[in-house]
């Protein structure tokens, strides 16, 4: 998929709005400044070469990751069906559908049974997807690009912010959800590092730029909050337009 093709821009929109989706589990406008970065550093992703499946296996991971968290039926069918599609696309991305599954079957809001129901079929829908990946492979083609650390934040200055907005989340935001994203966010490129790129090819990751989007907004709407600060979604839009200015400079 050439950077202007339909697909890839499918593929970024949805990834932006499964961000806002998972973002918006801490507040709309943690959702909406998420986006805006993910969105901001995909483009600039872009630029670089990467899979052609890149993006949309992605898309549907971030998009597993945010049904996953959703409290209906619905939402645990669109998880499992996300996760074949993107288990299809990159069968590596099996190491964050684990962390996934863990997450379903150890929810603490959610009693036994209903959490060992959601993990099962939750667990069928990435079988199916890893088998059919086996049957029918899609082919790799493009080369690498750096697959560790936040695509297109080249500057140092906003690697750093963006680690120590991760870093803090579990301590201002703490919870099953943060726990979800910290682990996906760690599992993610160590299983590109270690699976993908004894392959041949660094594979870079639009699901870690979404990810710590959503981890960096709900790090600074929690200190606003906790500060009691003025208009935190002035402060969290405000952060996010900053984000967007220093990806592209």
Do not use: K, N
Request: aromatic fraction near 6%; charge should be positive.
């Amino acid at each position: 998929m050439s950077p202007g093709s339909p697909a890839t821009l499918a593929s970024l929109l949805l990834l932006a709005a499964a961000t806002y989706v998972l973002g918006s589990r801490y507040g709309t406008r943690v959702g909406v400044g998420a986006a805006l970065v993910a969105a901001s550093g995909a483009l600039e992703l872009l630029r670089m070469s990467y899979p052609a499946s890149a993006p949309a296996a992605d898309a549907f991971c971030v998009t597993a990751l945010a049904a996953a968290t959703g409290t209906t039926p619905r939402a645990l069918l669109a998880a499992s069906l996300a996760a074949a599609v993107a288990l299809f696309l990159r069968p590596s991305g099996a190491a964050v559908a684990l962390v996934i599954a863990v997450f379903l079957l150890y929810r603490p809001e959610r009693p036994w049974r209903a959490r060992l129901r959601s993990a099962r079929l939750f667990a069928g829908g990435c079988a199916g997807g890893l088998l059919i990946a086996q049957l029918a492979p899609v082919p790799a083609s493009g080369a690498g690009g750096i697959g560790l650390l936040l695509i297109g934040l080249s500057a140092s200055v906003v690697v750093l912010i963006f680690l120590l907005l991760c870093l803090a989340a579990p301590f201002v935001v703490p919870g099953a959800l943060t726990a979800l994203l910290m682990a996906a966010s760690i599992v993610d490129p160590v299983s590109r590092v270690f699976v993908d790129e004894r392959g041949g090819a660094e594979v870079p990751s639009f699901a870690l730029i979404a990810l710590t989007s959503v981890l960096a907004m709900a790090s600074v709407d929690a200190v606003w909050r906790r500060r009691r600060l003025p208009r935190p979604d002035v402060a969290v839009v405000a952060a996010a337009a900053v984000l967007v200015i220093l990806e592209h400079v």
